[in-house]
């Protein structure tokens, strides 16, 4: 099983990593992808995407955004809203997201992108607004809510997600029955229940499907690496 850090952004942020994720594996299936939901508080004075981007260019360095930590996903989200909407935001690492959510609804931050689970429940009850999804279309789980591509930011796009691996190599015909055997698995009722409860949908793609999904990924979070001039040693 690989997921979105270390398989697309962990080659592209550190120095040395003992592994190339488009030479080294063969995909399988993308099991799920979804988006995180942008956040602000209610007090800033931002009620759609355009708006974050305009107070974001009037104010440069005047917005703080959280996340879990430096190359996390929900830092990689801020990382690439700056480079597409030409902005500069101040990036406030935690050790725990969990205090990044509190500060936002506190206001010791002000805009935080993190999963629907986590943050909906702080959405509906006014503590927090939420102003787009990450993905580049709208999110079947949350179809009220725009993407933020389409809000205001065009081209962007940042999913977690997660899919199976298995090492370069092996046989064609083992991997076509394992994507065969998870795809009609992941089309039983009771499956489908399990991903809904995480906020999440099972897809079942194809191998040729994943694999280039994973490619556009990969290149993807390197030219964000590269751009903002992240590394870690």
Known sequence: MGFSGPISISPALLKSIPYNPLKDFAAVTLVDSSPNVLV?????????????????????????????????????????????????MLHVPYKAVSQALTDVVGGEIKVLFHVAAAVMSLVKAGKLRALGVTSLKRWSILPDLPSIAEAGLPGYDVTVWHGVLVPAGTPHLLIDKLYRDMSDAMKTDEVRKQFAT??????????DSFASFLKADVERSASVVKGAGLHVE
Request: hydrophobic share 35%; net charge positive; charged share 15%.
């Open 40 to 88: 602000v508080n209610p007090s800033l004075p931002a009620k759609s995407v355009k708006q974050l981007i305009e107070l974001a260019r009037a104010r440069p360095g005047f917005l703080t955004f959280g996340s879990a930590g430096y190359g996390t996903m929900g830092h990689m989200c801020g990382e690439t809203f700056e480079a597409l909407s030409q902005t500069k």
């Open 198 to 207: 995480q906020w999440t949908e099972p897809l079942g793609t194809t191998p």
